[in-house]
């Protein structure tokens, strides 16, 4: 017979990266961390069971078994195919210049990391000259896909520091390829538009708003008011039936953590705002979100990006959340109403 507690009580050393958060990932696990270390890089750790605690940096591993992805360097993220902006971890201390030519590795929790600096060739000084000006590359040849694309990110850039207007990368991935095309006067235009929308937006909740607290109080609507609150402890009890479930009885913050790993997602802050409230800040798909839940029920208050027009952040639950985050980036529709 299998003795499991012998087996849960081995000990190990591994070599891994840590990119931050409560957990460190090896082949084909996650691991708790005992304590966090004092800055992203690789350790070595000693492993007991699922818990991980880091002692000495180490030097990089073979790590030539791992996917490796090529593109150009915007900022602290690699753009690749498909106009694809990921955060880019590890990256070496003399920080290299903007548009250069990179591969990374993506490692088993899907994070990429730097593996080496490439070749340049001309298009990346041509792509720099046109930056400076202000141009775009209507009349540039020569310039690959991904490269037009870390330009039209770093336009924008230039644009959102002119303007005050802030984006994230899969916000403005749609007009990405029409804004290294026009130069600096598109990427305004972009974001004027983008602007736009949250305003919209923003004007529509609060419209929505104010129309849910009259109706609340008039008699008329009472009936409406009792199903609701039917099919809403409905909903209730499912999720807490499924959380207790997934991770036993805990208090807010651990159930909204459960419930945003089950999407994918990884909630990096939790704070009550009173009783019923519960701010959450989590990172899914390279980016990070803000949004506010019930803390007895999570269901989603105000989700912090816009859920159409009138927005219906009723209807969804914070362990729904990202997957309607996931549905408006694949989309091009995503747009952020909430910033840290």
């Not at 802050?269 to 390279?286: D, I, S």
């Amino acid at each position: 017979m299998v003795d499991y507690k012998k087996f849960l009580g081995k000990q190990e050393a591994l070599v891994l990266p840590w990119l931050g958060g409560p957990t460190v990932e090896a082949e084909g696990r996650r691991l708790r961390l005992t304590k966090r270390p004092k800055a992203p890089g690789w350790y070595r750790f000693e492993v007991k069971g699922r818990d991980a605690t880091p002692g000495e940096a180490a030097d990089t591993p073979d790590v030539s078994k791992l996917p490796k992805v090529r593109g150009w360097l915007w900022g602290e993220r690699l753009v690749h195919e498909g106009a694809r902006a990921e955060p880019m971890a590890l990256l070496p201390t003399e920080e290299p210049p903007l548009f250069s030519p990179l591969s990374a590795r993506r490692w088993y929790s899907g994070e990429l990391f730097f593996d080496a600096l490439e070749f340049e060739s001309e298009a990346e000084g041509q792509v720099r000259e046109a930056l400076a000006l202000g141009r775009g590359l209507a009349e540039v040849k020569g310039v690959a896909a991904g490269l037009r694309a870390a330009f039209g990110y770093a336009l924008l850039t230039a644009a959102s520091k002119k303007s005050g207007v802030p984006f994230v990368a899969s916000e403005v991935k749609p007009r990405v390829a029409e804004v290294a095309q026009g130069g600096a006067a598109t990427a305004e235009a972009a974001l004027e538009a983008l602007e736009e929308e949250r305003v919209v937006a923003r004007r529509e909740w609060l419209e929505l708003e104010r129309r849910r607290l009259e109706a609340l109080v008039r008699e008329e609507v009472e009936a409406e008011r009792e199903a609701r609150r039917t099919e809403l402890e409905r909903r209730e009890a499912e999720l807490a039936q499924v959380l207790r479930q997934r991770r036993g009885r805990g208090g807010p913050v651990e159930l909204a953590e459960a419930a945003l790993a089950q999407a994918g997602a990884v909630l990096e802050t939790a704070r009550r705002l009173n009783a019923n409230q519960l701010e959450v800040v989590f990172r899914f798909m390279g980016e990070r979100f803000i949004s506010i839940v019930d803390a007895h029920t999570l269901q989603v208050i105000d989700s912090g990006i816009c859920l159409g027009h009138p927005p219906r952040d009723d209807l969804i639950t914070l362990d729904s959340l990202p997957s309607v985050i996931k549905e408006a980036i694949d989309g091009g529709f995503l747009v952020i109403l909430r910033w840290p």
